[in-house]
C-alpha cells in the first residue's frame, strides 16, 4: 500500500501490527505518555523483523497524550507501521526505513484518513540520516 508524502514521493506500507495491548491501568502514569507509547510498540514488533530504524509517533497535538492516557482516553487501537521509502541520493535512490505508530478508534486495514494527513507531512530522513 502506498502513502503520498507532500515532497511528491511516496511511502510503502512493508508490514502493520494492530492492538489493543497499549490501554493499560497504571498504578502511576507514565510521565511521558509518547516515550510510553513507543516502549509498548517496540515490545509489540517481532524481534526477528525488527529493523534498525527510527520511530516516529503521529499525534495532531490538539490534546495532550500524557492527558488522555491519564484519563483513559487513548483511542483504543494501535497501529504500529513499518514503511519505507526511497530517498534520492547522489547516485542511486536508497530505502529508508521508519516505524510509525498511531492510534484510531478500529481495527481496520487502511489507516485512518486523519493519520494519513499528519504522514504526509512527515519529513523523510535522507540516507544514512535519522528522523526528528
Not at 97 to 109: E, K, M, S, V
Request: overall charge positive; glycine content about 2%.
Amino acid at each position: 500500500m502506498k502513502f503520498s508524502l507532500n515532497d511528491g514521493t511516496f511511502a510503502q506500507l512493508e508490514g502493520i501490527v494492530q492492538t489493543r495491548a497499549h490501554l493499560r491501568d497504571y498504578r502511576e502514569q507514565p510521565p511521558d505518555a509518547e516515550a510510553e507509547l513507543k516502549r509498548i510498540a517496540v515490545c509489540l514488533l517481532p524481534r526477528s523483523e525488527w529493523r534498525e530504524a527510527p520511530m516516529i509517533l503521529l499525534h495532531s497535538k490538539s490534546t495532550s497524550l500524557t492527558d488522555l492516557m491519564r484519563h483513559k482516553k487513548l483511542p483504543p487501537t494501535m497501529c504500529i507501521g513499518e514503511f519505507y521509502s526511497y530517498r534520492p541520493r547522489k547516485t542511486k535512490p536508497k530505502a529508508v526505513y521508519l516505524y510509525i505508530i498511531w492510534l484510531q478508534d478500529d481495527f481496520a486495514p487502511h489507516m485512518h484518513p486523519d493519520a494519513q494527513r499528519l504522514f504526509a507531512h512527515i519529513n523523510w530522513p535522507q540516507p544514512d540520516e535519522t528522523a526528528a
